[in-house]
T-cell receptor
C-alpha cells in the first residue's frame, strides 16, 4: 500500500529562519504527493501537490516542496518562517486503491518562536 | 466555485444518544466523498468513502455508519454514541486534480 512517513512529531523554528518539514514516501509506480496545513479546530487546507513535472513545487503562503525520487522524499520548505505558520502539517500520497483516496502521514506540529 | 459545508461545528452528546453529522458539496457533480476522524489533534483515520449515491465503503468497523442519499450529500450517523466516538470529524471531497477539499470539521464530545 502507498504510505508516507513524517519522522518528526514537532518542529521548532525561530521566526525568520528557514522551515523544513520532512516527509518520505513509499509507493509502487509514480507518486502523487500532497501537503496540507491544519490550524486549531479547523479543516485541512491544501498547500501544494506534486503530480509530474518540475521537482520543485511552489504552493500557497510561500511554501514549496522538493520531490526527490532517489531519496523518496517530499520535504516541505519555507525560506523565512512566520509566527502565523505555527500549525499542524500533513503529508499525503494518493492511494493506489483508486477512488482518489489519500493516505496521510501522522502530522507534524510546527511551532514558530517569535 | 466548489464549496463544502459541514455542520454542526461543535456537538456535545450524552452516551447512548444518536448522532447525525451532515456534509454537502456545491459546485461539482458526482464527487468522491470521505469521512475522517481525527483523535487527539493528530492523525487522520478514514472512516467511510463514497463514489456515488448509495455507495458506501467502510474502512474501519465501528459504531458509526454513513449514507449518501443525494449526489452531494454525505451523512455520518450513529444509533448509540460511545465515549470513544469523541473526536474531530472531517468531511472531504476529491476533485479531478487528485487532491481533497476539506470541510471545517465537527468537534464531537460524548459525555
Amino acid at each position: 500500500a502507498q504510505s508516507v512517513a513524517q519522522p518528526e512529531d514537532q518542529v521548532n523554528v525561530a521566526e525568520g529562519n528557514p522551515l523544513t518539514v520532512k516527509c518520505t514516501y513509499s509507493v509502487s509506480g509514480n507518486p502523487y504527493l500532497f501537503w496540507y496545513v491544519q490550524y486549531p479546530n479547523r479543516g485541512l487546507q491544501f498547500l501544494l501537490k506534486y503530480i509530474t513535472g518540475d521537482n520543485l513545487v511552489k504552493g500557497s503562503y510561500g511554501f514549496e516542496a522538493e520531490f526527490n525520487k532517489s531519496q523518496t522524499s517530499f520535504h516541505l520548505k519555507k525560506p523565512s518562517a512566520l509566527v502565523s505558520d505555527s500549525a499542524l502539517y500533513f503529508c499525503a500520497v494518493r492511494d493506489k486503491g483508486g477512488n482518489n483516496r489519500l493516505a496521510f502521514g501522522k502530522g507534524n506540529q510546527v511551532v514558530v518562536i517569535p | 466555485s466548489q464549496t463544502i459545508h459541514q455542520w454542526p461545528a461543535t456537538l456535545v452528546q450524552p452516551v447512548g444518544s444518536p448522532l447525525s453529522l451532515e456534509c454537502t458539496v456545491e459546485g461539482t457533480s458526482n464527487p468522491n466523498l470521505y469521512w475522517y476522524r481525527q483523535a487527539a489533534g493528530r492523525g487522520l483515520q478514514l472512516l467511510f468513502y463514497s463514489v456515488g449515491i448509495g455507495q458506501i465503503s467502510s474502512e474501519v468497523p465501528q459504531n458509526l455508519s454513513a449514507s449518501r442519499p443525494q449526489d452531494r450529500q454525505f451523512i455520518l450517523s450513529s444509533k448509540k454514541l460511545l465515549l470513544s466516538d469523541s473526536g474531530f470529524y472531517l468531511c472531504a471531497w476529491s476533485s479531478s486534480n487528485y487532491g481533497y477539499t476539506f470541510g471545517s470539521g465537527t468537534r464531537l464530545t460524548v459525555v
